[in-house]
């Protein structure tokens, strides 16, 4: 089993930068992909950014130029910085990990950033 424990979100200002961070710990060997999602007000959860075991990165068009994913794979840490922040950004942000070779998959319990003036 996995654990996901995020930290970072908060209330923060259009414009601002918040930092998200989430580290696993339990059985981590083996991570593939590690990655942000985010559900606002009645949307649906949709991907922000992931990162693979080699480095390769997505992101979702709403959020290019402005988030950056990365990870530490010593630290089993994946972090999204996030810059310019807008309204539409408020939402819960949750870490996903995928294990191994049958993919398992895992998800934080999510962390509430709001923008807001």
């Known amino acids: 089993q996995v654990q996901l424990v995020e930290s970072g979100g908060g209330l923060v200002q259009p414009g601002g930068s918040l930092r998200l961070s989430c580290a696993a710990s339990?059985?981590?060997?083996?991570?593939?992909?590690m990655g942000w999602y985010r559900q606002g007000p009645g949307k649906q959860r949709e991907l922000v950014a992931d990162?693979?075991?080699?480095?390769?990165?997505k992101y979702a068009d709403s959020v290019k130029g402005r988030f950056t994913i990365s990870r530490d794979n010593g630290k089993s840490t994946v972090y999204l910085q996030m810059n310019s922040l807008k309204l539409d950004d408020t939402a819960v942000y949750y870490c996903?990990?995928?294990?191994?070779?049958?993919?398992?998959?895992?998800w934080g319990q999510g962390t509430q950033v709001t923008v807001s003036s």
């Open positions: 996903n990990i995928i294990q191994g070779i049958w993919r398992t998959e895992y």
């Open positions: 339990g059985s981590i060997s083996s991570i593939n992909t």
């Open positions: 990162i693979t075991s080699g480095g390769s990165t």
